[in-house]
């Protein structure tokens, strides 16, 4: 279950990046720096409808 709110966590990021435009992908901005350390995060954590398949079959 963290798994997979840690993933859709990620989501707020993706907004910023939008926010900030073409300055989200230049890593002089905290942003940009960011996005590439929480974007991994949720390719490893495998695809949400597998994590909330999985949660229900537990409860």
Request: charged residues 25%; glycine residues 6%; positive net charge.
């Amino acid at each position: 279950m963290a798994k997979l709110w840690a993933s859709d966590a990620t989501k707020a990021i993706d907004d910023l990046l939008q926010v900030f435009g073409g300055y989200g992908y230049i890593r002089d901005y905290p942003i940009a720096r960011a996005y590439a350390d929480a974007r991994p995060n949720r390719i490893y954590a495998g695809t949400n409808e597998i994590m909330k398949e999985i949660i229900a079959r537990s409860l």
